[in-house]
């Protein structure tokens, strides 16, 4: 198993010790991705990108932790093996946007 496979299972885990899987369908996993990374971006609203990173660092990890544990929740929900579906899109995005 590797190390990103290892991880889903510690975050299905999580959820499933607390009874949180019956909430994790599509619909509402998909909005809390959103929720989340609108309380990320609040990090650097009315500063500079510099002044976000220096005044807000610690938050600014672990709102990005919250986004991506909602990804792999949704993931894992679904079936996605996460790694298979980021190099398939990758591949999309070389031929959409070669590099010059």
Partial sequence: MNKL???VNII?????ERNWI???????MA???V???SELLENFQW????EAYHKNMQNI????????IYCFRFADEHGF???????DKLKKNAIKYPAK
């Fill in 81 to 87: 093996d996460i790694e298979e579906i980021i190099l």
């Fill in 35 to 37: 929720l989340e990374a």
């Fill in 12 to 16: 299905h885990d999580f959820a499933e």
């Fill in 61 to 68: 990890k672990e709102e990005l932790a919250d986004v991506l």
């Fill in 31 to 33: 909005l809390s991705i």
């Fill in 22 to 28: 019956k909430y994790h369908n599509g619909k509402d």
């Fill in 47 to 50: 500063i500079s990108n510099e």
């Fill in 5 to 7: 496979q290892e991880l």
